[in-house]
């Protein structure tokens, strides 16, 4: 029996070995950088895109929040009710919560959020935010603002990286009460991952 016929199969049994475990740590680094790169959970982003408000002479002044959340990552976005309140003055004078949902992944998602507010109580007699009220409307112009939260979950790769998010839109309104138009709009945004 030759020597070179015994070492031979053991060659071609460590060749194969080392070949199968270069293949798996290419595999390995492979997926490691897909998922830090495309499965990395990314903010999303809350936008108002417009704030329309109804006749001042009704009883219940409605403010209608138009706000859109673009969600930029792999997975879907599932959140709860939305949170939106309505301050005058530093006042919460309306509050509304909007449907859950889900914000497909890569996709925008709007939603119209209504607040009543009772004008009623911002006219009570003998308060300073009543005369204040009053003094701005004679004025023809009211500021107010608004802050929308939306909480919710991203979870990548079929659950295995979970992630909470809560967004919050801080937005303050200049109002031209003649016409009911919005004559100027700031708005922050803040964005938390958990």
Do not use: H, K
């Given at each position: 029996?030759?020597a070179?016929?015994v070492?031979?199969?053991?060659?071609?049994?460590?060749?194969?070995?080392?070949?199968?475990?270069?293949?798996?740590?290419?595999?390995?680094?492979?997926?490691?950088?897909?998922?830090?790169?495309?499965?990395?959970?990314?903010a999303?982003v809350?936008?108002?895109?417009?704030?329309?408000?109804t006749?001042p002479?009704?009883?219940?002044?409605t403010?209608?929040a138009?706000?859109?959340?673009?969600n930029p990552?792999?997975?879907?976005?599932?959140?709860?009710p939305t949170e939106?309140t309505?301050?005058?003055?530093g006042?919460a004078?309306?509050?509304?919560a909007?449907p859950?949902g889900?914000a497909p992944?890569?996709?925008?998602v709007?939603?119209?959020?209504t607040v009543?507010v009772?004008v009623?109580?911002?006219?009570?007699?003998?308060?300073?935010?009543?005369?204040?009220f009053?003094?701005?409307?004679a004025?023809?112009?009211?500021?107010v603002?608004?802050?929308?939260a939306v909480?919710?979950?991203?979870?990548?790769m079929?659950?295995?990286?979970?992630?909470?998010?809560?967004?919050?839109?801080?937005c303050t309104?200049?109002?031209?009460v003649?016409?009911m138009?919005?004559?100027?709009q700031?708005?922050?945004?803040?964005?938390?991952l958990?």
């Open positions: 029996m030759d070179n016929a070492v031979m199969p053991c060659q071609r049994l460590n060749c194969a070995l080392l070949a199968c475990g270069v293949s798996s740590l290419l595999i390995a680094v492979g997926t490691l950088a897909v998922t830090l790169t495309v499965y990395r959970v990314r999303p809350m936008t108002m895109n417009a704030i329309s408000l006749d002479s009704s009883p219940v002044l403010v209608v138009d706000v859109s959340v673009r990552n792999a997975a879907s976005l599932r959140y709860g939106t309505v301050f005058y003055r006042r004078v309306g509050r509304a909007g859950p889900t992944a890569r996709r925008t709007r939603m119209n959020v009543g009772a009623g109580e911002l006219l009570v007699v003998g308060q300073p935010a009543g005369r204040l009053l003094r701005d409307v004025a023809g112009v009211v500021e603002a608004t802050r929308t909480r919710g979950r991203v979870a990548v079929g659950g295995v990286v979970r992630r909470r998010v809560a967004l919050e839109m801080n309104a200049t109002v031209a003649a016409d138009s919005i004559r100027e700031s708005c922050r945004q803040r964005v938390w958990q």
